[in-house]
Nanobody
Framework: QVQLAESGGGLVQAGDSLRLSCAAS????????MGWFRQAPGREREFVAR????????NYGDSLKGRFTISRDNAKDTVYLQMNSLKPEDTAVYYC?????????????????WGQGTQVTVSS
């Protein structure tokens, strides 16, 4: 089992930046690729970003690359999501997830463990 706990969400204004963190515990963190997803009110959960086990490869959802950056610190068992130039449409609950699959995937079912989520609200 892997336990994931997100933090860093909050209420910000359009154009602001925010950094989310996700702390993992329970198993060897570097055995898992990590992803971020988000779910806006009334919408399906969508893929945001993914980082490989050692951090060598990153992937992003459409239109997010350039504003969002995923990174990880395996010594701290933590994955981060740096979000810049935030827009009201970025408002959502953000979830981190861990995957044992050693290839890029944006499918929810390929992620084995999930956190509880952290709310990000961007006001205009």
């Amino acid at each position: 089992q892997v336990q994931l706990a997100e933090s860093g969400g909050g209420l910000v204004q359009a154009g602001d930046s925010l950094r989310l963190s996700c702390a993992a515990s329970g198993r060897t963190f570097s055995n898992y690729a990590m992803g971020w997803f988000r779910q806006a009110p009334g919408r399906e959960r969508e893929f945001v970003a993914r980082i490989s086990r050692l951090g060598r490869t990153t992937n992003y959802g459409d239109s997010l690359k350039g504003r969002f950056t995923i990174s990880r610190d395996n010594a701290k068992d933590t994955v981060y999501l740096q979000m810049n130039s935030l827009k009201p449409e970025d408002t959502a609950v953000y979830y981190c997830a861990a995957s044992t699959r050693d290839y890029f995937t944006s499918r929810e079912r390929d992620y084995d463990y999930w956190g509880q989520g952290t709310q990000v609200t961007v006001s205009s």
